[in-house]
């Protein structure tokens, strides 16, 4: 089921696992997917292509069903997927109360990463990624090997591969 699709108060949430999937998931990684689904209520989002009422719906569905975790599936480097994660930190936020939570995502399509939702909040703040950057320049080999992006901005001379000390 779709999350914009959902009605907040199912009796099917009400204190359920919630599994929150990019909706292209079981397209990259069936695997990942169905192992995910057989843990709780799976709801799919794909942020490019629904609105930004995502995080008050989000919100919503917390408030109404207080689902005992809610647990976020997207592909990593995906600039649409990190709303999706966002979107969950900033419900709590918007509530004002804890939230069990547990942020995953797919690595190049195949390798599944636990993040946590510091690593969330702090791509929100380009100043602080780009400080990061500055202090472990080396993080951009590992860039170079995950974005198709940025090998290419390397070849059009658009960015360049800082050499650590740079």
Same mark, same amino acid.
Do not use: W
């Given at each position: 089921m779709r999350l914009m699709e959902v009605w907040v108060?199912?009796?099917?949430?009400?204190?359920?696992?919630l599994i929150?999937?990019?909706?292209?998931?079981?397209?990259?990684?069936?695997?990942?997917y169905k192992r995910f689904a057989g843990e709780g209520v799976v709801l799919t989002v794909c942020p490019e292509n629904d609105n930004i009422s995502t995080y008050?719906?989000?919100?919503?569905?917390?408030?109404?069903?207080?689902?005992?975790?809610?647990?976020?599936v997207t592909i990593d480097g995906s600039p649409h997927c990190?709303?999706?994660h966002?979107? =969950? *930190?900033?419900?709590? @936020?918007? +509530?004002?109360?804890? =939230? *069990?939570?547990?942020? @995953?995502? +797919?690595?190049?399509g195949h390798?599944?990463?636990?993040?946590?939702?510091e690593a969330v909040r702090v791509a929100r703040?380009?100043?602080l990624v780009d400080k990061l950057i500055k202090e472990n320049p080396m993080i951009l080999r590992e860039l170079r090997v995950h974005s198709m992006e940025y090998r290419l901005a390397?070849?059009?001379?658009?960015?360049?591969?800082?050499?650590?000390?740079d």
């Open positions: 108060k199912a009796p099917k949430l009400k204190g359920s696992k929150i999937v990019s909706e292209c998931l079981r397209f990259v990684n069936e695997e990942v008050g719906k989000i919100a919503s569905i917390i408030r109404s069903s207080s689902p005992t975790q809610v647990v976020v990190l709303q999706v966002a979107a =969950v *930190n900033e419900a709590a @936020y918007i +509530l004002g109360m804890k =939230v *069990n939570r547990k942020h @995953y995502v +797919l690595v190049n390798e599944l990463v636990e993040i946590s939702p703040y380009l100043s390397l070849s059009t001379g658009d960015a360049r591969l800082k050499p650590a000390g």
